[in-house]
């Protein structure tokens, strides 16, 4: 059973940053494909950021390409997504999960294919 923490959530000006932590434990790390979504206030849950389990293949939504970053430290079983600048749309609970399949250079696009949830941390962006 694997369990993710996130962290790093808070409230910051439009053009500020945040990153957000993923901590994973209780597996395999390296079997995990990762990936951020976010979901607004009635709105769909949807995803940010998608990352392999090797870390060399990434995946991005087009509203935050070229301002989010997602990575991963194996040496600390941590995902992160740094995000940079940050819009009022942006704003949303953001849940970190993992996809324990194992299958290589592969970026989970749909909420279905994970199988582990963070509580989530809220991220709020003024304008």
């Known amino acids: 059973q694997v369990q993710l923490a996130e962290s790093g959530g808070g409230l910051v000006q439009a053009g500020g940053s945040l990153r957000l932590s993923c901590a994973a434990s209780g597996g395999t790390f390296s079997r995990l494909s990762m990936g951020w979504f976010r979901q607004a206030p009635g709105k769909e849950r949807d995803l940010v950021a998608a990352?392999?389990?090797?870390?060399?293949?990434?995946y991005y939504t087009d509203s935050v390409k070229g301002r989010f970053t997602i990575s991963r430290e194996s040496a600390k079983n941590t995902v992160y997504l740094q995000m940079n600048p940050l819009k009022p749309e942006d704003t949303a609970v953001y849940y970190c999960a993992a996809d324990n399949s194992a299958r290589f250079g592969l970026t989970p696009k749909t909420s279905d294919e994970y199988d582990y949830w963070g509580q989530g941390t809220q991220v709020t962006v003024s304008s």
């Open positions: 990352i392999s389990r090797g870390g060399g293949i990434t």
